[in-house]
C-alpha cells in the first residue's frame, strides 16, 4: 500500500527565498508530524497536526516556519527568507488516531533542502 | 525533559557477528519506545517498538530489544549481523506512544558491516 510520500525530494534555493515542502500522508491517518534532520544529527520534532488543527507547533525555531494542513490530509512546510542554517531533511511521519491505543508514526523518505 | 542517548557514535562488525546497540532515556515514568533505521537518502523505518508488557520484544530483519526499567535501557540486538544492517539507527521515546505525541530521538549509531 502507499506510504508517507514527501515532495520534493531534493530542493535548492538561495538564501533569502521562500520553499514549500509537501507531505502526503497515509490515508486515514489523522496524526501529522514533520521533523528536521540536521546532518549527522537525529530527527527533531517541528510540529503536530491531528487533522486539520495544529495541536503543537513548539519546535518550530522561527517565525520564519510556517506549516499548514487545511483539509486534514495533505500538509504543506513553508520556509520564509531560508538562511544556511535551514538546510537539512526534512522528515513528514504520519499515524493513525491512537484511539486503539498507542501507534508507530510512519516516515516518508524525506526531502533534503540545500540552502546557497 | 525527555533525554535519549546513544553512546556509541559508531560502531563496525563483522558479519555473521553479534550486536548491541545501546539506548538509555531519561523520564520519570516509563515512555513508550522504539527503534528506527535509516539507510542513505532514506527516511526511518520501524523496527520494533515496547508500549508494555513482555520487555524482550522482537522485531522486523532478526532484530530484538529489550527493556529494563532498572537501567533505563532499551538496547538493540541481532545475533548474527548481515551486510545488509549497515545503516543508522536511532531509539525514540515518546511520551503518547507515537500518536499523539512527538517522538525525541537519540543522535543516531551508524552501523558499518565487514566482509
Known amino acids: 500500500g502507499a506510504g508517507v510520500s514527501q515532495s520534493p525530494r531534493y530542493k535548492v534555493a538561495k538564501r533569502g527565498q521562500d520553499v514549500a515542502l509537501r507531505c502526503d500522508p497515509i490515508s486515514g491517518h489523522v496524526s501529522l508530524f514533520w521533523y528536521q534532520q540536521a546532518l549527522g544529527q537525529g530527527p527533531e520534532f517541528l510540529t503536530y497536526?491531528?487533522?486539520?488543527?495544529?495541536?503543537?507547533k513548539s519546535g518550530l525555531p522561527s517565525d520564519r516556519f510556517f506549516a499548514e494542513r487545511p483539509e486534514g490530509s495533505v500538509s504543506t512546510l513553508k520556509i520564509q527568507r531560508t538562511q544556511q542554517e535551514d538546510s537539512a531533511v526534512y522528515l513528514c511521519?504520519?499515524?493513525?488516531?491512537?484511539?486503539?491505543?498507542?501507534?508507530?508514526?510512519?516516515f516518508g523518505d524525506g526531502t533534503r533542502l540545500s540552502i546557497l | 525533559a525527555q533525554s535519549v542517548t546513544q553512546p556509541d557514535i559508531h560502531i563496525t562488525v563483522s558479519e555473521g557477528a553479534s550486536l548491541e546497540l545501546r539506548c538509555n532515556y531519561s523520564y520519570g515514568a516509563t515512555p513508550y519506545l522504539f527503534w528506527y533505521v535509516q539507510s542513505p537518502g532514506q527516511g526511518l523505518q520501524l523496527l520494533l517498538k515496547?508500549?508494555?508488557?513482555?520487555?524482550l520484544v522482537q522485531g522486523i530483519k532478526g532484530f530484538e530489544a529489550e527493556f529494563k526499567r532498572s537501567q533505563s535501557s532499551f538496547n538493540l540486538r541481532k545475533p548474527s549481523v548481515h551486510w545488509s544492517d549497515a545503516a543508522e539507527y536511532f531509539c525514540a521515546v515518546s511520551l503518547y506512544g507515537g500518536s499523539q505525541g512527538n517522538l525525541i530521538f537519540g543522535k543516531g549509531t551508524k552501523l558499518s558491516v565487514k566482509p
Open positions: 515496547y508500549f508494555s508488557g513482555d520487555t
Open positions: 511521519a504520519s499515524s493513525p488516531k491512537g484511539g486503539q491505543g498507542p501507534q508507530p508514526q510512519h
Open positions: 497536526f491531528q487533522n486539520e488543527a495544529q495541536l503543537d
